[in-house]
Structures are given as C-alpha cells and as structure tokens.
C-alpha cells in the first residue's frame, strides 16, 4: 500500500507500542517487502536518538500499521513555507509545484497537518489531488467551507485510452461557475475545476463505480 511510503531501508521511523504506551524511534534494518500493508512485519533496530541500556543490539520485528513517520525540522520547516505561499495567494501551479518537489510521502502530509490552520481544509484537497491512490477511499473535496463528495475512477481500463479521472457533483460545479456567465468565481476555482474530469448529480454519485465509469466513458 503506497500509505507506507515512509518505510525504507535505512530510514528512521516512529514506533508506535500501544501495548508499552510508548513511541520510539526506530531505524529500518532490512528491505522491506513489497508491497506492504497492514500487517507486513518491518525489520527495526534502536535509533541513535534512543536511550536504551539493556538492549543496546537487540532487533525487533513490528507491524507496518504500528509505524508513523518521523518528522524532521526540514519537514517543519518546508510546511511552514507551504503554508505562507498558500495563505499568499501564490499560483496553484507553485503550490503543486513546491508540493510535489518536496518528495513528502503521503502519511508525511498528513502527520504535518495535524497542527491546525485555516489553510488546512483546501491544502489537503490540493494533497489529495497530488496522491489519488492514497486519499481515494474518503475524498471529498473542500469549498468554502463546505465538502463535496468526489472520486478517482479509471476510466477505458485496458486500451489506450485509460486514465485515472476525478468525478465531484454538479453541486461543486455551480459554485465554481456562474450559470449565467459560465465565468469562474475566482482563479482558484478554475484551477480546482481544471482537476475535474466530469460533474454527476448527487443520484448518479451513487452510483456503483462500474455505473459511474460507464457515465464517464460515454460523456
């Protein structure tokens, strides 16, 4: 599962022991395997920030569902930066951009928007565009407050034509567009709609995916 991204060798993690009510930072010793999920058992060894004593070599072998990601001041920092371009009004594009140069896995994203902002509900729209497999099971994208339903399909799978494509409500659609001008309320809201493969009404949002998908294959 791409969720556990922030797993590789050599990197140090966080260790999560319900069982100790501890989080300790461990180090990866071992290539994973692939692909990883829930319950993949993950190599560790103690990391030099530890103060252990009596288990100073002593291995471990824990769930992947038992590991957090570490965050550093370098991802602190870099969220920091992306917070003030976006409270800027910086180009979309930038905020892509700086986004996805950052090389942050997913679960990275998510540990570091745990502090709360104002910014937070529509920068985690733009992440979750940027990471569709990861974020697809609970879309919604956020507006002004509001959230409507949303959903990456994969449309022609098989032929040439496939590609994975983003489906909202039509309700989505009236805000971002005057009806009567077909303008865009804002840059902002054509670039969240230059994202959008097609709008549904809320019946066919419904839908089963293979119902969806046929809507979509024949717009």
């Known amino acids: 599962m791409k969720k556990y991204d922030f797993i590789r060798f050599g990197r140090c993690v966080q260790w999560v022991n ?10 990866v010793c071992a290539p994973p395997p692939h692909p990883i999920n829930d319950n993949t058992k993950i190599a560790l060894i103690q990391s030099d920030g530890n103060n252990f004593i009596d288990e100073i070599y002593q291995s471990y072998s824990v769930n992947a569902s038992e590991l957090i990601p570490l965050l550093t001041p370098y991802h602190y920092g870099y969220w920091n930066a992306l917070q003030e371009a976006f409270a800027n009004e910086a180009n979309p594009a930038t905020i ?12 990275e994203w998510m540990l570091l928007m745990q502090n709360g902002n104002p910014c937070l509900p529509r920068l985690k729209q733009t992440i979750n565009m940027l990471f569709p497999e990861e974020s697809e099971e609970s879309l919604v994208i956020s507006w002004n407050d509001q959230e409507y339903p949303a959903k990456y399909l994969t449309i022609f799978k098989g032929k040439r034509e496939e590609q994975k ?3 909202s409500v039509v309700e989505l659609q009236n805000k971002l567009i005057d009806n009567g001008s077909s303008i865009y309320s804002s840059k902002e809201a054509e670039a969240l709609d230059n ?3 097609y709008y549904l009404s809320e019946e066919e949002m419904k839908l089963a995916d293979d119902e969806i998908i046929k809507i979509l294959e024949e717009a």
């Open 18 to 27: 319900d069982s100790e009510c501890t989080c300790l930072t461990m180090q």
């Open 195 to 197: 994202t959008i493969y």
């Open 165 to 167: 494509v983003l489906a």
């Open 96 to 107: 892509k951009a700086m986004i996805q140069n950052s090389e942050f896995t997913y679960a």
